[in-house]
């Protein structure tokens, strides 16, 4: 929910930007939920082709979760045929082959096809057919491309707002700049290599004073798995100030049931591996 009084402040991109042409929809909550959709990708354009229960209804403004705007500039239409009139090309969603011969796109293909037609200043419409029985025939012969989601073929049933929302997502993502990958760290930082090395040569010299890493011959395989551990997640600095405060307390402890006392760094036990030489 947006908590502002009608809705998002949602406005059409400048230029031009795809159209979602619902043809014949049947319920007005269906209508709002695409709204709702269309604000999630950035569509703004919403037109309507002999909505079953007339237009405008409230119900789709309850539904639309804020995307208030969109519903309030869209147009209604007879046909599919008034409604694509002022479009240079037109795009149709088709969830069962038919027997004709033109080009099919995936959602993601159908996307990068709508940015391209978009960037030269063209006009594109995508047919998105009423609930229960998608396009026809006729409304199919309005578009000069398909466009058909590759979902799992025992069970490929969407709603009308998920329709619209896997084609808006597509659309919004083809130049989302957002990385595919980030490692949150909020107030802390990725810990150098640095740290991590000091933090390890403790742990190590701990690990023999208590007496963990004593099987000389296994012992050099050891701190390589303990090395491995660490250097393979991207461990914070927060992190690392955590696990010293733990290795101290564990430290303390040992010392405190007249166990020795983990030697100074730069030192080594006798009979041991440095550590740092070993890593």
Known sequence: MTGREGGALL???PGESPVVVLVRPQLAQNIGTVARAMANGGLFHLR???PR???????AWRASSGADRILDAATVF???EDAVADCHRVL????RPRHVIIPVLTARAAAAELRSINSGSLRAAILFGPERAGLDTEDLARADTLVR???NPQHMSLNLAQA?????YEWW???EPTPPRAFMTNETRVATKGELEGFLGRLVRELDACGFLSNLPKRPGMVRNLRHLFERGEVTEQELRTLHGVVTELSRGRVARGGPAAPEPGTTDPGTVDPQIDG
Do not use: H, N, R
């Open 149 to 151: 989601y590759p979902l």
């Open 164 to 168: 619209v929302m896997i084609l808006a």
């Open 11 to 13: 406005e059409p991109p």
């Open 48 to 50: 309507l082709v002999a």
């Open 173 to 175: 993502i083809a130049e």
């Open 92 to 95: 149709a969603t088709c969830p």
């Open 78 to 80: 007879e046909t599919v």
């Open 53 to 59: 229960d007339g237009w405008p209804q409230s119900t």
